[in-house]
């Protein structure tokens, strides 16, 4: 697994640098880690990177992962809907199962660390052993928590309230809460076999086992074949897009096999591209890391049309292998690009189509707002950012009242 | 507050500065709200909107204005008021207590003026943030004008902004921290000039630091030939 050195080439010597210094002034700092699951998931993802990283650094981290029993976790799954605005209703049966895997976790995890770091809402009411330990507790929220279903918020607030400190994606994911909030974005690992440099060989060979030909513009779509991310709009997009300027489709996806409604969408997908034979549909295992990483290499323009979305993180992924990208102005996606400064952002179908004609025709334009978003995710959306803003909220937590702290 | 001692007799100690950022959970729909907001909020407020994009946006080129401007422009749809509000020199301001005065006379005025106020659409509101900044110091130092240029090769990009723009308005010390030092510590009066007349605000980072490094190479030849 990479060290912080390998990352000097790519953020330079004084961002190590400060990393370095940050980890000396929390030197010794016991931080404990606690999520729901070890493999799978962006957080367990960053997690996995994190932890070594801030070993490396001198603060003394560790990472635990909470059990519960099926029942536990189809209650979390609801929850996490719920949070998302999907209606529900929770019984007191439903407290009395969070409550008895809380109970259980209690006994069987050591907590005993200067700062408890829970992540999402599956282990937030671990925060009970708070007042044996006089220790301080981080709740990090990777949700959108905004518009919750009614009962859903109610559920955890009693537990969320009594954390030191908050923390959110972005800041219309959050609520008003009367405990602080930092706001800090995820990221990705350029070192990851995701984001890390390939060799032209190696993007060659993956587009031809896909079967795509490189003798036209590729226009690629990276997601879930989810409605909420609209592939069939993209296909459309893209036919206006082409009676103008010839190119190349490909929408890449995964997990349609144990997700019915993915399943469902990925039929309607092939079924609106019916035999054209420029439009490329690709159905990935999840762990398919280095030909997603080639397909967005060898793209000369990359769309994420969601309708509905997280912090979309495949944006930046695009954007840090230097691609343009026009994408819809939800979720995380306005905070990863700025409007024809770093990528695209549009509204419909029609828009869409526009700008893929537009970049196509435009291939100096399209280099420019590519390396800007580069340039961006660089500065704001990389694992060395977060691991950077993970610190800084540990200091905060000494000096909670201060604005301005000399280190 | 920050100390000011950074100087050690002749010695300039390059320094960085790093923000985190704390959700006030205010949030505006319009512009009476953002006014009446900008009014109440800390001065930390007030300095994460005019700086952020500075720190987020550092290789953009042309750079993005401030939060305000930009917000006003883009999702109120208010071209002329943000161009107003991106216009605002910040350089012309000492303390951020006179900078948010200007921003709000700024939009004050167009509120005098107007009858309708446009409302941002669901999930375009202001969210109002504040900065925490952490000043740290790095091990960069220079005693000479060429072991100056050195550490402006080397420091990181958020030093160079740390002494420019936080060391003048954020912890108001009426100056950037290169001229003081150039003048106060080197004799180069000239040259601390030059840097003082540099708008950082309309430089890319890298940009400014090429702009920085030039001077100081000019300056180091003027000398060299001067003792020639």
Same mark, same amino acid.
């Given at each position: 697994m990479a060290g912080l050195e390998e990352y000097r080439p790519i953020v330079g010597e004084g961002v190590v640098a400060e990393l370095r210094l940050l980890g000396e002034r929390l030197s010794g700092r016991s931080i404990l880690n606690v999520n /729901?699951?070890?493999?799978? =998931?962006?957080?367990?993802? %960053? #997690?996995?990177? &994190?932890?070594?990283? #801030?070993?490396?650094? =001198?603060v003394d981290a560790r990472w635990e992962v909470i059990r519960g029993t099926q029942e536990f976790f189809d209650l979390t799954k609801r929850m996490h809907n719920a949070l998302h605005g999907k209606p529900d209703i929770f019984s007191a049966q439903d407290r009395e199962i969070f409550n008895h895997a809380t109970e259980q976790n209690l006994a069987s995890l050591d907590l005993g660390a200067d700062i408890v770091f829970i992540h999402d809402p599956q282990p937030a009411g671990l925060i009970r052993a708070k007042r044996d330990l006089s220790n301080k507790w981080i709740w990090r929220c990777h949700i959108d928590v905004s518009a919750p279903a009614p009962g859903a918020w109610e559920f955890i607030a009693p537990a969320v309230e009594k954390y030191d400190l908050t923390v959110f994606s972005a800041p219309q994911f959050s609520r008003e809460l009367p405990v602080p909030e930092v706001l800090i974005a995820p990221s990705i690992d350029p070192l990851s076999d995701k984001n890390r440099e390939l060799r032209d060989s190696e993007v060659e060979e993956v587009l031809k086992r896909i079967g795509v030909r490189s003798d036209k513009p590729i226009v690629t779509q990276v997601s879930r074949f989810d409605r909420f991310k609209d592939p069939i709009g993209v296909i459309d997009a893209f036919r206006l897009a082409r009676e103008r300027v010839d190119c190349q489709l490909i929408l890449v996806g995964g997990g349609a096999t144990d997700d019915p409604e993915g399943a469902q969408v990925l039929r309607e997908v092939r079924e609106r591209a019916a035999d054209d034979n420029d439009i490329? %549909?690709?159905? +990935?295992?999840?762990? /398919?890391?280095?030909?997603?990483?080639? %397909?967005?290499?060898?793209?000369?323009?990359?769309i994420q049309k969601s309708l509905k979305e997280g912090f979309g993180l495949t944006v930046s992924e695009a954007l840090w292998k230097g691609k343009p990208v026009i994408a819809g102005a939800v979720g995380g996606i306005p905070l990863q690009i700025t409007h024809k400064y770093s990528g695209i952002l549009t509204h419909t179908v029609e828009g869409?189509?526009? $700008? %893929?004609?537009? #970049? &196509?025709?435009?291939?100096e334009f399209a280099a420019k707002l590519g390396e800007n978003g580069r340039e961006h995710v660089r500065n704001n959306f990389l694992l060395t950012r977060h691991m950077r803003d993970y610190l800084l909220a540990f200091l905060y937590l000494e000096t909670p009242h201060e604005r301005v702290v000399e280190l | 507050m920050a100390s000011t001692a950074q100087h050690t007799a002749d010695s300039f100690e390059f320094r960085s500065l790093l923000n985190l950022t704390l959700l006030t959970g205010l949030r505006a729909r319009d512009l009476a709200e953002l006014v009446q907001h900008m009014r109440t909020v800390p001065g930390a407020v007030i300095y994460h909107h005019t700086h952020h994009f500075l720190v987020q946006h550092q290789f953009l080129s042309p750079e993005p204005p401030n939060d305000f401007a930009y917000w006003v422009s883009n999702i109120l749809l208010e071209e002329r008021l943000g161009e107003e509000l991106a216009a605002v020199d910040l350089l012309r301001f000492p303390t951020l207590r006179d900078l948010r005065n200007a921003l709000i006379q700024v939009i004050q005025g167009f509120l005098d003026r107007s009858s309708n106020l446009r409302t941002a659409p669901h999930g375009g509101e202001f969210h109002f943030m504040e900065s925490v900044s952490y000043v740290m110091p790095t091990s960069v130092h220079a005693t000479n004008l060429a072991e100056f240029r050195e550490g402006l090769a080397r420091v990181s990009l958020s030093s160079i902004a740390?002494?420019?723009?936080?060391?003048? +308005?954020?912890l108001e010390r009426a100056d950037n921290d290169? /001229?003081? $030092? &150039?003048?106060? /510590?080197? =004799?180069?009066?000239? &040259?601390?000039?030059?840097?003082?007349?540099?708008?950082?605000?309309?430089?890319t980072w890298d940009g400014l630091r090429r702009r920085l490094l030039g001077m100081v190479g000019q300056k180091l030849e003027e000398n060299s030939r001067g003792r020639a």
């Open positions: /729901s699951t070890r493999v799978g =998931g962006g957080v367990a993802e %960053i #997690l996995n990177r &994190l932890v070594p990283l #801030l070993q490396e650094v =001198g490329h %549909i690709v159905d +990935l295992p999840p762990t /398919s890391n280095v030909e997603i990483n080639a %397909i967005q290499r060898a793209s000369t323009v990359v869409t189509a526009f $700008w %893929i004609k537009m #970049l &196509l025709a435009a291939p | 740390y002494h420019m723009f936080d060391a003048r +308005l954020r290169f /001229s003081r $030092w &150039l003048e106060h /510590s080197l =004799g180069e009066g000239q &040259l601390a000039e030059a840097f003082r007349k540099v708008d950082p605000y309309t430089y």
